[in-house]
């Protein structure tokens, strides 16, 4: 059984920092890739970044691109997101999510999905 464990959210002020994790268990990930989505209040989830586990391909969604940075610490099957220099419209849940096979940016074709962590950029 796959479980895939957000931690991390909070809330910050804008301009600030936060590091989002995803514990991921139950099977070994070398074939995933991993994304991040987020939810905002009253609108679809979206694709933020992805990685894929064995390679390290990434891809990032254009409005994170230069802010955030996704990673992975093999040692502890742990997926990242560095998100620098956030901004109000940041705010939302953010979810991880596992597909076996290569990124995609739909969140359709991704099999497994964390519970989520809220994360609020305010003053």
């Known amino acids: 059984q796959v479980q895939l464990v957000e931690s991390g959210g909070g809330l910050v002020q804008p301009g600030g920092s936060l590091r989002l994790s995803c514990a991921a268990s139950g099977r070994t990930f070398s074939s995933y890739a991993m994304g991040w989505f987020r939810q905002a209040p009253g609108k679809e989830r979206e694709f933020v970044a992805a990685i894929n586990w064995s390679v390290y391909s990434t891809y990032y969604a254009d409005f994170v691109k230069g802010r955030f940075t996704i990673s992975v610490d093999n040692a502890k099957n742990t997926v990242h997101l560095q998100m620098n220099s956030l901004k109000p419209e940041d705010t939302a849940v953010y979810y991880c999510?596992?597909?076996?096979?290569?990124?995609?940016?739909?969140?359709?074709?991704?099999?497994?999905w964390g519970q989520g962590t809220q994360v609020t950029v305010s003053s």
């Open positions: 999510a596992a597909r076996l096979g290569s990124i995609v940016t739909r969140r359709s074709f991704y099999d497994y």
